[in-house]
């Protein structure tokens, strides 16, 4: 009868791995349904306090410091745009300020040149006219000496024909008179 008993545990595992009946899947199961709820509810408890507590606070911070970043690097941003927009106004109202004094410079500069250019050439013109001047004084004593000796060649000239043309000498009283006669008229 051993044998027997031996045999009829062999032959409820031999159903059992033959394909008989088996076990219900433990979280369907009847028994256990309450204590699983409970489980459940449990690790939903710990696991919502695990996040909010830790995990929520920590990404909370994380994104609330990205966006101070952000908003840090966009306040710099702007902060350097307006100074830059400052310079450069700075620059164009420094640059419009140096054209003007080149300009004012170059139109002193031409009034000095065009002042001392004015004054050389009065200068010029006077030292010009008291060289004509003198120029006309000394053509005008030239003439009046070549003119003084005029008479003198003209009487010796008219005396010189007249004795070549009739042989003789003339009178110089005589050729005097025809040679003033002669200048006058």
């Known amino acids: 009868m ?10 409820t595992a031999h ?32 696991l919502y306090l695990i996040v909010s507590r830790i995990a929520l606070p920590r990404v909370g911070k994380t994104i609330a410091d990205r966006q101070n970043a952000i908003e840090g690097d966009l306040a710099a941003a702007q902060k350097l745009k307006d100074e830059s927009d400052s ?31 004015e004054a050389e050439r ?5 030292k010009l006219s008291v060289k004509l001047a003198e120029a006309e004084k000394t053509i ?19 005396a010189a024909i007249v004795q070549r043309l009739t042989g003789m ?5 005589a050729v005097d008179s025809a040679v003033d006669a002669s200048l006058k008229g």
């Open 2 to 11: 051993a044998e027997s008993h031996g045999n009829a545990k062999g032959a």
């Open 140 to 158: 005008a004593a030239t003439r009046e000496t070549a003119m003084s000796n005029v008479r003198g060649i003209a009487a010796d000239a008219a």
């Open 169 to 173: 000498m003339p009178d110089g009283k």
């Open 87 to 117: 310079a450069l106004k700075a620059y164009e109202s420094e640059l419009a300020a140096a054209r003007s004094r080149a300009q004012a410079i170059g139109a002193e500069t031409r009034e000095k040149l065009n002042a001392a250019s």
């Open 15 to 46: 159903t059992a791995a033959e394909g008989g009946h088996k076990a219900p899947f433990p979280p369907f199961q009847k028994d256990t349904f309450a204590s699983q709820l409970v489980s459940l509810l449990i690790a939903f408890v710990a």
């Open 122 to 126: 009065k200068a010029l013109e006077d």
